[in-house]
């Protein structure tokens, strides 16, 4: 079987998983002692199942424990609690972006009072999330670690003896797990480390050559860093592939994006490394923000001058309407930089005019909603003129006035960004 990974990193790789793979990872779930499923269970089907964790590790567990499945067609805050009632649900595996939903309900608790467990993967929780959580509904949240090569669960915080608060777990049985420094060796102590795995669930290699796939002792070098506790538990950090390096200093995305998301006013953020001409890289971050975009880069300057090491600190904060996910809520840092090149909220000042942080030194001029023959259908300002289908249109501003109705991102982009059509429409008419 051919399943694609997500992509946050570069661009998605067919992973070429045998059937002997996807069944030894449904196995070494099924060991796992206290069991994430059992045949009593009704579990939530709300993850797409054209990605590993919802196809392998809930359908796939679903038929081996001959448990029920009840399939959502979309998930909705409202309309997902009423069908957790209305079908006696007892296990909701979902991805972290469902508990922005769910926590400010005032009835939450209640809603959720079939549920028994909450199994959270395809992305980090914070731990202060799921503290929240918890406290709030009584029904015990366990994260998982796992990747589309592994098929996909690697560890569980049902494995642990005590897991910490941000843990991950430690490996379900079957799998081995280790950290390797740059060369290859164990890292000092408890220093972080690149997370390989080896188990009888690992994938053949990318298609179609099977290119980096395990190595001729079975290891798997995953991309991810973490760190392991005494207890075996690991705590993940970020990607390899992600990390910023600032005149020769590490520079994590996720440190960086977690002291952006306490400042007031900042929704999500998202870090990645820019090319610099005096320190090889600098930190560059785009944030989703409420309120006054002046008021809120401030304190985004103040709050990281305050916490992070000066190297750490963004040299450019970029305010997007919205940041690109995958289908599992992972947040596309790759995506932010094309989107944000091409769209940005618009205002009735010239880009020239425009009030400049020192965060935020560039504005980039929007492509601008055209008014041609057929209002269906929206033209791209510049040099082609091609129009762009109303439904393959992708991205609405944070606001937008007559002068510029609508900002566009280039329609290459439609798989990560779509809107209401008929919003979009509306916008060309106004």
């Known amino acids: 079987m051919l399943l694609y990974t997500s992509g946050t990193s570069g661009l998605p790789r067919g992973a070429m998983l045998s059937h002997r793979a996807l069944l030894a990872n449904i196995d070494q779930v099924a060991s796992v002692d206290p069991p994430m499923l059992t045949s009593t269970d009704v579990v939530l089907g709300v993850l797409p199942l054209f990605h590993v964790y919802g196809l392998n590790a809930v359908l796939g567990g679903i038929l081996h424990r001959r448990a029920k499945l009840v399939l959502a067609e979309t998930f909705s805050p409202e309309g997902t609690l009423d069908l957790v009632d209305d079908e006696a649900i007892s296990v909701v595996p979902v991805a972290p972006p469902v508990f922005a939903h769910w926590l400010p309900m005032d009835d939450l608790a209640l809603r959720l009072g079939p549920v028994r467990l909450v199994l959270s993967g395809s992305a980090p929780l914070a731990a202060d999330v799921v503290d929240r959580f918890v406290e709030i509904t009584g029904v015990p949240v366990h994260q998982g670690y796992g990747l589309t090569e592994a098929a996909p669960v690697v560890t569980s915080t049902l494995c642990s003896s005590d897991a910490e608060s941000g843990s991950v777990g430690s490996a379900i ?19 972080p480390g690149e997370i390989e795995i080896r188990g009888d669930n690992l994938f053949s290699g990318y298609w179609p050559d099977g290119a980096d796939g395990p190595d001729d002792e079975g290891w798997w070098r995953t991309g991810d860093v973490g760190f392991l506790d005494d207890d075996g538990d690991l705590f993940l950090i970020d990607r390899v592939k992600e990390l910023v390096i600032v005149s020769g200093f590490n520079v994590y995305p996720i440190e960086v994006e977690e002291v952006l998301r306490h ?12 090319p610099h001409d005096e320190t090889g890289e600098t930190v560059v971050a785009y944030v989703v923000i409420d309120g006054d975009e002046e008021r809120v880069l401030a304190a985004i300057d103040d709050f990281c001058a305050a916490n992070l090491a000066r190297f750490k600190q963004p040299t450019e904060v970029h305010v997007l309407p919205a940041l690109p996910h995958t289908a599992t809520g992972k947040v596309q840092r790759g995506a932010c930089a094309p989107y944000d090149a091409a769209a940005r909220p618009c205002s009735k000042q010239s880009v020239r005019d425009r009030p400049r942080h020192p965060l935020h030194p560039q504005r980039l001029p929007p492509l601008r909603g055209g008014q041609g023959r057929d209002r269906g259908r929206l033209r791209r300002a510049g040099e082609s003129f091609e129009e762009i289908d109303v439904d393959d249109a992708v991205g609405l501003p944070a606001r937008y006035d007559d002068e510029v109705p609508v900002t566009l991102v280039d329609g290459k982009q439609h798989d990560f960004w779509r809107v209401d059509p008929d919003r979009l429409r509306a916008a060309l008419r106004d």
Do not use: N, T, Y
């Not at 049985?173 to 220093?191: A, N, T, V, Y």
């Not at 007031?264 to 870090?271: I, K, W």
């Open 173 to 191: 049985p079957g799998i081995e797990m280790r950290l390797i420094d740059e060369d290859g060796l164990p890292p000092e102590g408890s220093d």
């Open 263 to 274: 400042v007031d006013g900042v929704r999500e953020a998202a870090v990645i490394g820019a």
